[in-house]
């Protein structure tokens, strides 16, 4: 049985539309990073580098969004583009850059407890960069591989939601690609399935000095 360690972050909610597409039994299990659940000796043994998105496959331990998608969808054989090398070069562009520029950018517009001016136009002007790459691959076809709904376009799906808290001023219709995407598998039962996951768990909604020190620990070092 799998079980899946998971909070409301951009990428869990990835893994999970996965898991609720392709029907493979799971069990949930929250991890309430804001009381720093993340950084206990259980979880470290699972991903040491206390993030979730994590899973149990058996006594296989993964971890990273990314490479958690693209390990259930080659164990289940669905939602896998028929060209590997355009799905392998997207994933790692949305892993190594989408990913890590709008977490950047959410940090600094929403969490920084300075206001750097410096920081919040880089992180800023990179993400809208990316964003762009992605809305412009999506001019190209219905999705992300082209014609059929892959592991892609649920790895966008995780984070795309955020780009009005990323980028100042920026709704989502900015991109409008992006934004057809979007209502289209948020109209599907299984991102409804998975947007709801994380309500049926007491997550602590409050940012307080304990949350940003689970968190941002940097911050009081």
Do not use: C
Request: no cysteine.
């Amino acid at each position: 049985m799998i079980r899946f360690y998971f909070n409301a972050a951009p990428n869990p909610m990835k893994v999970a539309l996965f898991l609720e597409e392709s029907g493979i039994d799971y069990v949930p299990v929250p991890v309430d990073t804001k009381k720093g659940q993340q950084h206990t000796p259980e979880f470290l043994a699972i991903n040491p580098n206390a993030k979730v998105p994590a899973l149990m496959d058996g006594d296989v331990a993964l971890f990273d969004s990314n490479a958690i998608l693209l390990y259930l969808a080659e164990k289940t054989g669905q939602f896998l583009p028929a060209e590997r090398g355009p799905l392998l070069s997207w994933l790692f562009f949305i892993a190594s850059g989408v990913g890590p520029y709008s977490g950047q950018a959410v940090h600094f517009h929403n969490f920084s407890p300075e206001d750097l001016a410096y920081p919040k136009k880089r992180y800023a002007f990179e993400a809208r960069r990316h964003w762009q790459i992605i809305d412009d691959r999506l001019a190209k076809g219905p999705y992300m591989a082209g014609a059929d709904y892959s592991i892609l376009d649920m790895a966008v799906w995780g984070w795309a939601p955020r780009i009005p808290f990323m980028i100042p001023d920026t709704p989502l219709e900015t991109f409008p690609n992006i934004a057809r995407l979007m209502d289209e598998l948020n109209a599907r039962p299984a991102a409804q399935r998975a947007l709801e996951l994380p309500s049926k768990h007491p997550f602590q909604q409050e940012m307080d000095e304990a949350a940003m020190r689970h968190m941002y620990p940097q911050i009081y070092a």
